[in-house]
């Protein structure tokens, strides 16, 4: 979702860019807090999202 | 790209809402600070869209009767099964401190074999390591 925090760089010098806000999430999978698999599609016309990315502070994501 | 790229630290904050539209995101570095404010704001206008009916929402987990969680003091992994418990909204758990309860330390040991808290007791069946006692409170408490 974020493709990159901020403007920035990758590893092959393109630009990425954030997300913004009225843009459509593209559809991902991720691990939660407890290393379970996420998919936003399972969401999709139930509920709101919030993703936190709490990296580092002896979290796993 | 955060679990797969090691040496990112941002840490972001999103929300996309249930048609799939990102309605919020932040980022921040390691010295950052989320706008905490602004995230409660939008939290509260999604609120206030939110004109249906309350009883769709699904009702709080229940464990059900009898379900102890025994924690002890200056204990990290008891604290963060607590405060699981807590998010969560679960009823039907007791929790008893076997720091402070001599007799729920001879219960916690008697049932486990052991002193070691947190320990989720379910129908009798004791469950160790505080990732596994909040996975089963996501479980309980969350369900889609």
Redesign the interface.
């Known amino acids: 979702v974020c493709r990159r925090a901020e403007t920035g760089h990758d590893e092959q010098g393109v630009t990425t860019a954030m997300i913004s806000v009225g843009e459509r999430a593209p559809d991902f999978e991720l691990q939660d807090h407890l290393g379970r698999k996420v998919k936003l599609d399972d969401f999709k016309g139930k509920r709101h999202v919030l993703l936190l990315f709490y990296p580092l502070d002896w979290t796993p994501t | ?3 797969n790229d090691p040496g ?18 932040e ?1 921040v ?2 010295g950052g600070k989320r706008d905490i404010a602004a995230l409660a704001a939008e939290c509260e206008r ?1 609120d206030r869209e939110c004109s249906g009916s309350t009883e769709d929402l699904p009702a709080p987990g229940d464990l059900g009767k009898g379900t102890v969680l025994y924690v002890r003091n200056n204990c990290g992994a008891s604290r963060a099964a607590l405060a699981a418990l807590g998010n969560c909204h679960l009823g039907g758990v007791e929790v008893r401190n076997v720091s402070e309860n001599p007799s729920a330390l001879k219960q916690l040991e008697k049932i486990s074999g052991g002193g070691q808290a947190p320990c989720l007791v379910t129908d009798g069946k004791p469950l160790l390591e505080s ?1 596994k006692i ?2 089963c409170f ?1 479980d309980a408490g969350a369900p ?1």
């Open positions: 790209v955060y679990l990112i630290t941002d840490r972001a904050t999103v929300i996309i809402d249930s048609e799939g539209v990102v309605r919020f995101v980022s570095g390691p999604i990732d909040i996975a996501a889609l």
